[in-house]
DNA sequence: TTGCATAACTTGTATATACATGTTATACTT
DNA sequence: AAGTATAACATGTATATACAAGTTATGCAA
C-alpha cells in the first residue's frame, strides 16, 4: 500500500510550489482536508507536520495553517543533496572531473574518519566541479569497502548517489555536516581555480545508513564567492 | 496539564547524555517505554519522532531505535541558538559591546529587510563579540519596532533574546538563515580583529515568530578562522 | 547439522474518539 | 454603542485498536 501521508504531503506541497496556496495565505482546516483527501485527521496531520518540519508552513493553535515564503533566501540547499540534483535544478552548465578514483587499504587518518577495523579496505574517489568553466568544488569521497564493493569509474562521473540508491539499494538514512574555513592545501591550489582566494570553505560530512551504519565520509571544498548554505531552524521544545 | 510527550523527551534526551544509553546502544522498546512511564503507545512514539528528528537516534523498523553518536562532529550548533547560550556551553571567556544601538525609521534597505511599511520604525543594534580578548563577530541586528517597542541598552550586553521571550513575551517560531562568504568591509575592519583575513563568513537570518510574523533581521560576520556550522540532516522523503 | 517455516517480537500506518485549548464571529446584555 | 458571554471552529494532546511489515529466535523436519 501506498503511504497515505506521504502521498498527500506531496501534492500539498505541490500546491504550495504552483502557488494554489500563495505565501502567507492559510491553508483549508484540518478537517476540511479530511474531506477533500477521504482520510483521517491523524493522517492530514502527519502530512501537515512534514510540511511544518520542512519550512513549507507554520501551524497557529486555533487559527490553521499559514504558508511560509521559503523563497526569501531562495532554496534551501540543506538535507541530504547530490551535487547532480543541485545542478539539474539550478540549471547550471556544469562538470564533473574524477581526479582520482582508487581502492585502498584504510590508513590511521581514514580509518578513524569511516571508523572502520584495522586493515579495512576502502573507496577514495577525488572530483572536481566544474561550474560555468570554472574548477570551483573539490570533493573528496571515502565510502567504506564493505558496504560498497564495486565503484566503477564512469560512475564516479555521473550519480554516485544513484548508483548507491539504485543498484546496491542502500537507503541513505541521515548526515552529520561541519562547515569550516580552511586555508588552501596544495590540492586546493592544483585542482581549484582559487584566482587569489586564500580561504576554501569545507563542508565535512558523515554520512550514515537507514540502519545507523556509517558507510561515508565527504569533504567537500568550496571557493568561498561560489558557497552558500541556506537552513531552516525550528525553535528546539 | 504538562506535556507527556514533551516531558517523556526530555527524560530519554538525559538519559542519553548521561550515557545510561550509550552510543550504538539500543533503546528500550516502545512497548516496554509505555510501561516505564504509564502511557500510550502513540504518546511514546511522539517522543521518539523528537529524538530521531533532532539527530539523537535512529529509528530501525522491525529492530528498535538505536543511539546515535552526536559527539563525532560535537554538538550541533544548527537551530536557533543565542551566542550567549553558546557560549555558556563552550564556557568560553567571552564579551559582549555594543557598538551603536538607535532606533530609526527605516530605510528602503531595511524595509526591504524586514518587510515592513513605508516610515516603519525599527530598532538597529550592532554589537561586537569577544572571545579570549579577540573581536571576532559583529553582529547587525535589526528588530521590528511595532513588535519590539523598547529595547533598553542594558539589555543589548546580555541576552536580547531572553528579554524577548521573557520579558517582552514573545515566541520565536523559526528561522531561516543563509551562509556565505564575502570580502570585509569598512566596518568589518574597523570593528574586527581580522589580522589580514581577507574574508568574513556571514550568517544571515530571517527569524519569525510564532504566528508566523516577521520580526528581526541579523546579519553575524566572522572571522573566518573561528567559525564552525555543525548540521544534522535527514533523508527528505 | 542444516535449512526452513513459524512464532514472537519489533516499528510503521491508518483510523476513531475524547477532551483541552486557542481564535473568531455572533448575539446578547448593559 | 460598547462590552461581554457564548457558540462555532481551529489545532493540540492522549488514548485505543487493528493490521502491515521488517527482524530475530525457536523449533521442527530433512
Redesign the pocket.
Known sequence: ??????TIYHDLVKNIQTNVWPTASM?P????LTITY??????I??A?NLLAQNGYIQ???????IVIDRKKLSFPVSGITSFKELANNLQLDTKTSVVNLEYITATDQVRSLLEVEEQEDAWKVCRVRTIDGVRVILDKDYFVGEIVPKLPANICEESIYEYIEGEIGLTIGFAQKEIIVEEPTEEDKVFLDLEGFSNVVVIKSLIYLE?ARLFQYTESRHRPDRFRFVDFARRIK
Open positions: 500500500m501506498q503511504k497515505k501521508y506521504l491553508l482546516s484540518e478537517k476540511e477521504d482520510t483521517s485527521r491523524e493522517t496531520r502527519k501537515l501551524k497557529i493553535r486555533g487559527k490553521g495553517s540502519d
